[in-house]
Nanobody
Framework: QVRLVESGGGLVQPGGSLRLSCAAT????????MRWYRQAPGKQRDMVAE???????NYADSVKGRFTISRDNREKMVFLQMNNLVPEDTAVYYC???????WGQGTQVTVSA
């Protein structure tokens, strides 16, 4: 049974940085693509970043150049480094494994002065 647990969210001022982490349990982590999504109040859940098995990455246009996704297969971790944050980045961020359909519980990111 795969389980995903996010951490690292919090309150940050505009222009600041946060690093989100997603810890996975279960087998075969290294053979699955992993994604980060976010959902702001009253809005749909949108994909922010994806990292494939081979380490290829894709980003939403709104975060390109500011966010970086990475993974550590040995530690079964996925990370989202978020720089130059803006208020529009405020949302609950979720880790997701598309192959199994598993979601984490989410971690709140609030960007405010």
């Amino acid at each position: 049974q795969v389980r995903l647990v996010e951490s690292g969210g919090g309150l940050v001022q505009p222009g600041g940085s946060l690093r989100l982490s997603c810890a996975a349990t279960g087998s075969f982590f290294g053979i699955y693509d992993m994604r980060w999504y976010r959902q702001a109040p009253g809005k749909q859940r949108d994909m922010v970043a994806e990292i494939t098995i081979g380490g290829n990455t894709n980003y939403a246009d709104s975060v390109k150049g500011r966010f970086t996704i990475s993974r550590d297969n040995r530690e079964k971790m996925v990370f989202l480094q978020m720089n130059n944050l803006v208020p529009e980045d405020t949302a609950v961020y979720y880790c997701h494994q598309p192959r199994t359909g598993v979601w984490g519980q989410g971690t709140q990111v609030t960007v405010s002065a």
